[in-house]
């Protein structure tokens, strides 16, 4: 590996159209244990999707007329960014009593209509045409297999559409014994995907196209255009035959990482490094299982070809964060059907510059526009923060309701409170509350009387991290 090697950033149009030429062939709190060149047309995207960076006035030389008339078509990518969908088939359950336990016990997701939420993501997916859609991993709730297959069938309608569709495995996908069905008051045990199953299934997106495949992992190498190549990362450990919360790297795929950041320097390529765990550890609290063990190997890795973003999900947190050292961003993208349903939209520009914001999903326009007839579904706006923060609550309750010094009126209070606090810092906002958060009595609550716990730790890193608006991210 060449330590400080200048990456190749912004080629001229002659050298693109002669690499053109040369290619030939142009996602805190788990519950599972664990032919030719082509040219790129422009696609024009509404406002309110791709809308206007807002950057810094710099002087820079006209064009001239021929240059303008010259310059490549995709000179810049959009690209939807989709993680920790946690898909289920209907098929699996009966929405029954034990089904409901784990929805008002779970995590937030809203897996009574995961299968409407789904289908109105990936519709919005195709009016936004961009130039590829990333799925970052958990892309099934538990490892289903037929979860997965139906999830696949459906991304098919966004490659017919002529979007293409890459996806990487995350820890709930591969390997789950956790994997089961609901029937009234009992879960029951379903066929869970092997590596080799999760490769057949989603081989049209990405893996039969891929530059390189890993041996060792489900790790490939994706040409997204003549200048540019997206770098899959499988940094899931399920080897052993059950599937882990935590993420890892082995040594064997940190060698073929170095071999695929070589050739792609030696072509001239920019790469994007996509993972379901994290690379940095975005959370103060939850670091163990959400970011990637070891992962400086791979910070130093990266920083030595000055490559500057990373994409993941499986925080559920929407959130970036600068290591400021090597001048990389990582950005996590939420999980798509915890409320409020964000998905991300980066423009990444061939100079290695990018625009990064998110985008609530419209799920009251989708189930209007398709007739359906679910309150909830109709009402979404109005149903989605509640039943988040009731989850939020019953966490807290579960969590204090054995400590004799609280009261049960103080610990009402402080379940309201990281309700709501935790709710903003889901969406990546919590520094729209900040202030008053730090003034409130419940927070001197959980100070003084829930400093034993681990929630009174969470609340103050998140008091601690609430100094910007994580949905967006500007870079020069």
């Not at 082509?38 to 007329?65: C, L, Q």
């Not at 109105?120 to 590829?132: G, K, M, W, Y």
């Not at 409130?440 to 929630?455: F, P």
Request: with cysteine.
């Amino acid at each position: 590996m060449r330590k400080g090697r200048k990456w190749g950033c912004a080629l001229s149009l002659a050298a693109v159209l002669a690499l053109a030429a040369a290619l030939g062939g142009c996602s805190p709190r788990e519950e599972t244990g664990g032919s030719e060149a082509v040219t790129v047309e422009e696609v024009t995207i509404p406002p309110e999707t791709f809308p206007p960076a807002e950057t810094e006035t710099v002087e820079v030389p006209p064009e001239t007329e021929t240059e303008m008339e010259e310059r490549e078509p995709g000179f810049e990518k959009r690209i939807i960014l989709g993680s920790d969908i946690h898909y289920l088939s209907p098929d699996l359950t009966d929405y029954g009593e034990a089904f409901q336990y784990d929805v008002d016990h779970g995590d937030g997701r809203l897996v009574t209509y995961i299968d409407q939420i789904t289908d109105a993501f990936l519709e919005e997916v195709v009016e936004n045409a961009p130039d590829v859609l990333i799925l970052c991993g958990d892309l099934s709730t538990n490892g289903e297999r037929k979860s997965h297959l139906e999830f696949a069938e459906k991304l098919r309608r966004v490659e017919d559409a002529g979007i293409p569709v890459v996806v990487i495995p995350g820890n709930h996908d591969i390997n789950n014994h956790h994997a089961c069905g609901y029937r009234g008051s009992e879960k029951y045990p379903v066929e869970r995907t092997s590596p080799e199953d999760f490769r057949e299934i989603y081989r049209e997106f990405g893996y039969d196209e891929a530059v390189s495949e890993d041996e060792t992992t489900l790790s490939y190498v994706y040409q997204l255009d003549p200048m540019t190549r997206l770098l899959m990362l499988d940094t899931c450990q399920y080897r052993q035959g059950y599937a882990q919360v935590g993420g890892a790297i082995l040594t064997e795929t940190y060698d073929w990482i170095e071999e695929q950041l070589e050739a792609a320097w030696e072509e001239g390529m920019n790469v994007i490094p996509v993972a379901h765990h994290n690379l940095l550890e975005e959370s103060e609290v939850y670091t163990v299982d959400c970011t990637i063990e070891h992962s400086e190997q791979l910070v130093e890795i990266l920083a030595a070809w000055n490559i500057n973003i990373f994409l993941s999900g499986h925080l559920h947190v929407q959130h970036w964060m600068e290591e400021e050292d090597n001048n990389l961003y990582e950005i996590v993208t939420s999980s798509m059907t915890t409320p409020d349903c964000r998905y991300g939209f980066l423009t990444y520009r061939d100079d290695c510059s990018f625009s990064y914001h998110t985008k609530e999903l419209d799920v009251e326009g989708w189930a209007r526009k398709n007739g359906r007839t679910e309150e909830e579904l109709l009402h979404f706006n109005d149903f989605r923060e509640p039943f988040l923060e009731q989850v939020f609550k019953n966490d807290a309750y579960g969590v204090l309701q054995h400590m004799e010094e609280i009261t049960e009126e103080e610990r009402l209070l402080m379940c309201d409170y990281y309700a709501r606090l935790n709710y903003k810092y889901y969406q990546g906002k919590a520094v729209e509350i900040r202030e008053d958060a730090l003034v409130d009595e419940a927070y001197a609550l959980w100070d003084s009387k829930g400093y034993i716990t681990v929630l009174r730790d969470y609340v103050v890193s998140i008091l601690n991290d609430a100094d910007r608006d994580y949905n967006r991210l500007e870079v020069e």
